[in-house]
């Protein structure tokens, strides 16, 4: 116990812990803003996303600022296999280390111990873990993590649950050194004025978006490049999980594969069936659920207007990030085209701020559908310049149209037209979002 806290014998140790180094010695540094006050919090995020190295950051942040090294507890259980083995390494800190103020404990990879939250609930439960502690729970693959979180209603962690995704366009330019006007995308008239009093820096944003699309959000890419040993361990990872959850890694990339076949075009499970070597479309279903939770894939349901979710209908998907993308690429042995890639990053960023859905009544289609604040938000990518009057007939339905260009910046029967790299700039996409954001 004491190696995953020498913190309790030296405070300044926290300065040689692995993660702290590495983070040091990174040219590109980013720590998010994730504020705790008292009770349970749970943060589920993809591999690689810096989950672990933001709790050691939480820790020599603690350590600054006077809290008791001894009130701080890290631990991983990778290791570990049973929610008796959660209780038994947390009591024995309460026990044995906690100086009975507020405790801050951090537990990382719990997504390791099947039904970890019973252990929370007991302690919970038998005033061992106190009203006034933080404890910060984490994990990578989120089927097990959610779970868990559901089994402790009533314990403080109610609006307590967090994905942490990586880097958005916008966080990425400013790791960079590049500032954008932001604007709220539901007032589209002072988000295009915005938008054009910034058209300066199209061009800049276009080569950035470009590089973008190749490093993807992950920290680690944007230092060190997407390079197959990162793609190769990455998705070795999945398969591990897929076999962890009792899926067949191959049935998975058959799927997956399916998918990225469709290039951004709707589909149904059964279609998606037909081309795999599985015999029901129910374990279609059951597949895309599973990378679904696994902030691999994400699929998007149907929608009509005024606004009616049509759950049964025909979907689309779109990847987390383009690292996800590259990793399916090579499964499927074929990439995505430009504008579907594209596409695809506008779909990831616009899910950071509500439920997305699409919609195609057989006539006009829209890429991407939100309700925020009782708004329909609608995003067409066209990825084109050649943007005329018939392509704002479909976005037009909605309360707040947009359509995205190349470079083309100007409003088209009455439509804002706004290069997608400039919109992405000046959209808040938070890296850290509300599990309800992102319906899961």
Not at 74 to 99: I, M, R
Not at 200 to 216: D, M, V
Not at 261 to 271: D, P
Not at 387 to 399: E, F, L, N, Q
Request: hydrophobic share 40%; net charge positive.
């Amino acid at each position: 116990m004491l190696r995953f806290n020498p913190w309790w014998e030296n405070a300044g140790a926290i300065d040689n812990d692995p993660d702290i180094a590495r983070f040091g010695s990174e040219p590109i540094k980013h720590f998010p803003v994730f504020e705790t006050s008292s009770g349970v919090y749970v943060i589920r995020g993809p591999r690689q996303v810096g989950k672990t190295t933001l709790v050691k950051l939480k820790i020599k942040e603690l350590l600054e600022n006077g809290t008791s090294p001894q009130d701080i507890f890290f631990y991983s259980f990778e290791l570990l296999h049973t929610p008796q083995d959660v209780y038994g390494v947390v009591l024995e800190y309460l026990e044995t280390v906690a100086s009975g103020k507020k405790r801050h404990l951090f537990l990382d990879e719990t997504t390791t111990i099947s039904d970890w939250a019973r252990s929370i609930k007991l302690l919970v439960d038998r005033g061992d873990i106190k009203r006034e502690d933080v404890v910060l729970v984490t994990g990578s693959s989120s089927l097990d993590l959610k779970k868990g979180a559901e089994r402790l209603p009533g314990r403080g962690i109610e609006g307590n649950e967090f994905f942490y995704l990586p880097s958005s366009f916008r966080l990425y330019l400013k790791l960079k050194g590049i500032e954008v006007p932001s604007a709220d995308p539901l007032g589209e008239k002072i988000f295009y004025e915005t938008a054009r009093k910034s058209r300066s820096k199209i061009l800049l944003l276009n080569k950035e978006f470009a590089s973008y699309l190749n490093h993807g959000g992950f920290l680690y890419s944007i230092n060190h490049g997407k390079g197959e040993l990162a793609l190769e361990k990455y998705a070795r990872w999945l398969e591990g999980d897929f076999i962890k959850w009792g899926k067949n890694p191959l049935i998975a990339k058959e799927i997956v594969q399916a998918v990225i076949r469709k290039a951004c075009s709707q589909f149904s499970y059964h279609a998606i069936a037909k081309e795999t070597s599985v015999s029901s479309h129910n374990t279609v279903i059951d597949y895309l659920g599973m990378v679904d939770e696994e902030l691999f894939l994400r699929t998007v349901n149907k929608v009509t207007l005024p606004f009616k979710a049509e759950r049964k209908k025909e979907k689309k998907a779109f990847f987390l990030d383009t690292l996800l993308v590259a990793v399916a690429e090579r499964w499927a042995g074929q990439s995505l085209p430009m504008p579907c890639k594209t596409e695809q990053v506008v779909g990831s960023h616009l899910s950071r701020l509500g439920h997305v859905y699409f919609y195609d009544d057989g006539k006009k289609e829209i890429d991407y559908v939100l309700k925020i604040k009782n708004k329909v938000l609608g995003v067409e990518v066209k990825w084109s310049d050649n943007i005329s009057r018939v392509d704002t007939y479909g976005v037009k339905r909605t309360d707040v149209p947009y359509i995205l260009s190349k470079e083309t910046l100007k409003t088209e029967n009455g439509v804002p037209v706004i290069p997608v790299s400039l919109f992405l700039a000046m959209l808040e996409a938070k890296e850290i979002v509300k599990r309800d954001v992102l319906n899961l």
